[in-house]
């Protein structure tokens, strides 16, 4: 405030206002009176002056007027001007009764000198905005605001003319520095074809994009809440123009939905999945994160490092970063520190898989909430190493429970995967296993104990979409294993997203199924990818197939036969609650698979899983 007071600007602008303050009261006596204003009447103009001046100029600053920058004068700014003008009046009409009665006084002045002051004082403000946005300074200004550059910009076609077309619009037109020039909008909505948002017209539907009249360079998709089928008919009617085009990103991925020159990126795999925004219920996760001491395991991996920026959103006591990796840890623990996420962010290097170390963990930090995302997921590998597989999935699942219940964590997620429905490999089988730890886990003391279901996620490590664009770069051919394969995906975000959720609704005991959608074949996603990267598949890059790997299933499911689900009260998540096992006999099996697992025999090994899991069919 003391710098506002400061600022010669400020006292510019009041300057402003008390001129056009006067003008409007001036003008509303001419008005009132057609312009023959009598003696007694300029007597009461001279007498009200000095305090309307000093009544309106303060509703003014009250209202923040003179805390907004004109040239960005919006909707709230106009808002703004009309609520202070209209306090300033009901306060003078006051004011005037009280002292005069209105004894002399015209009434219908007061009400002209409201509509003024709101027109001139919006006017001049609207017409700074127009003056710098809209390039109107160019012409009156003899060529001191031209850009040597204007012409050079690229000329941009905009696909959506919705709410985020149109701010990505007017986030151009508010900086003339941005290099693109707005040529038109496409939109399939046929009310919308003739009419111009902010001067640039709907040239009508993304179908008439290989003949428009208008000349274009580039594409940008300003459609955010897409499904993939109508992303995917978009992306081939832009690759038919041979023009680069590229995509603001969903909502979701935006920090608080801001949308910027600088948000736009290509087009992803996610983009054509269209997965829908998930819409979560903050209040509930913000009660069950806020203030409390939160260990994530795996905090380095693809899942738990978006657990980890989802919950720093919601301001926890304290974050504990466990994983095994150094690189993936410092990797984690930097991006934190360069967020500045305003919580206490501690590292922790460890091995879930040593039971001392996790009781010293837990006992030290004693958290209140522990996202076990810690895992071993490529599945041929773990059918090469079954053992390792056991000690990580299984066994270092169980040390993590044990010591959540020693130390009295409140809540104990872990996080699961579809895999684990009818395993036909060891990765599936050992995170079936270890679901069975966590239910099992839930009536032996005050923790609360929930596993979260879901299939793949884009961009994971491990995930075929990085595989497939390391082949399409290296030339090809682009493998998969069979034509009819597929998969359930959602995107990381999505995923971490709904996790949060379901720890925030978990009562204990529970299996959360994520709604994955519909599946996705996993040679149309190859497909797709080769289209992205500006080639043709089957002509610039082949597609081989290769036949399904060790433990691999043509599709997957989220649930086994006989598995009851239970909706919740979110739309996008499921519950199994199953009857959990006997702890003990559990956990004389597991003590058995661990001694398997460390004198390595994967007959033995596995046929020790199926004794476990009689669904289990191992490869």
């Known amino acids: ?96 009764l009280f002292l005069y009665r209105f004894q002399g006084f015209s009434r219908s002045v007061f009400i002209l000198d409201w509509g003024m002051t709101i027109f001139l004082v919006g006017s001049v403000r609207v017409a700074a905005r127009v003056f710098t946005t809209n390039h109107i300074g160019e012409l009156l200004s003899f060529g001191r605001y031209k850009d040597p550059s204007r012409k050079a910009r690229k000329r941009l076609l905009i696909i959506g003319a919705g709410d985020a077309g149109e701010k990505f619009l007017r986030e151009i037109l508010d900086n003339p520095r941005v290099h693109y020039r707005p040529v038109g909008f496409l939109d399939d909505d046929p009310r919308k074809k003739g009419k111009a948002i902010h001067g640039i017209p709907v040239l009508g539907p993304v179908g008439d994009i290989g003949s428009l009249p208008a000349a274009f360079d580039e594409i940008l998709i300003a459609i955010p809440s897409a499904r993939g089928d109508v992303m995917r008919r978009v992306v081939e009617a832009c690759e ?144 090469i190493h079954p053992g390792e597989a056991v000690k990580a999935n299984v066994l270092g699942t169980r040390n993590l429970v044990e010591a959540a219940l020693l130390s009295g964590v409140a809540h104990f997620v872990l996080v699961s995967t579809d895999k684990a429905v009818r395993p036909a490999n060891v990765m599936g089988a050992s995170k079936r296993v270890a679901e069975m730890i966590v239910q099992s886990a839930d009536a032996a003391g005050s923790t609360r104990f929930m596993a979260v279901r879901f299939g793949n996620v884009i961009g994971s490590s491990g995930s075929v979409i990085p595989l497939f664009q390391q082949q399409i770069a290296q030339g090809g051919p682009v493998t998969v294993t069979h034509p009819d394969i597929t998969r359930y995906f959602m995107s990381i975000p999505e995923a971490a997203q709904l996790i949060l959720q379901a720890g925030a609704m978990g009562e204990g005991g529970e299996i959360f199924i994520l709604d994955m959608g519909e599946p996705v074949r996993i040679a149309d996603m190859a497909r797709d990818l080769i289209r992205l990267n500006g080639l043709e598949p089957d002509q610039d890059i082949a597609i081989e197939f290769i036949g399904l790997r060790p433990g691999e299933k043509l599709y997957e499911e989220l649930i086994t036969v006989g598995e009851g689900i239970v909706p919740t009260g979110h739309n996008k998540v499921l519950v199994l609650r199953g009857t959990p096992g006997d702890r003990e006999a559990l956990n004389a099996r597991i003590d058995r698979l661990g001694e398997i697992a460390r004198a390595p025999d994967a007959g033995r090994l596995k046929e020790a899983l199926k004794e476990l899991i009689p669904e289990y069919e191992p490869s």
Not at 10 to 33: I, K, Q
Not at 273 to 280: A, C, D, F, S
């Open 240 to 383: 038919q123009t041979g023009k680069r085009y590229r995509t603001l990103p969903k909502i979701g991925e935006l920090i608080e939905g801001r949308i910027t020159v600088n948000t736009v990126r290509e087009v992803s795999m996610e983009d054509l999945i269209g997965r829908e925004k998930v819409q979560l219920d903050e209040d509930r996760i913000s009660a069950f994160l806020q203030r409390k001491r939160v260990l994530i395991t795996g905090a380095g991996g693809s899942i738990g490092s978006e657990l980890v920026r989802q919950i720093c959103r919601y301001r926890p006591e304290s974050l504990v970063l466990m994983d095994f990796s150094e690189f993936n840890l410092y990797r984690i623990e930097m991006d934190c520190r360069r967020r500045k996420v305003g919580t206490t962010v501690e590292a922790c290097l460890a091995d879930i898989r040593d039971r001392d170390l996790m009781m010293r963990v837990f006992a030290r930090r004693k958290p209140h909430i522990v996202f076990h995302a810690a895992a071993y997921k490529h599945v041929p590998m773990q059918e």
């Open 1 to 96: 405030m003391k710098t506002l007071f400061r600022s010669s600007h400020f006292y510019m602008l009041v300057g402003l206002d008390a001129l056009l303050v006067a003008l409007a009261h001036l003008a509303s006596y001419a008005l009132r009176f057609e312009g023959d204003i009598p003696p007694w009447q300029w007597e009461n103009l001279e007498r009200t002056l000095p305090f309307l001046l000093a009544v309106k100029l303060v509703a003014f600053y009250g209202f923040g007027l003179y805390r907004g920058l004109w040239r960005y004068t919006g909707i709230v700014d106009l808002q703004n001007v009309l609520k202070a003008a209209s306090a300033a009046t009901a306060i003078l009409a006051l004011a005037i």
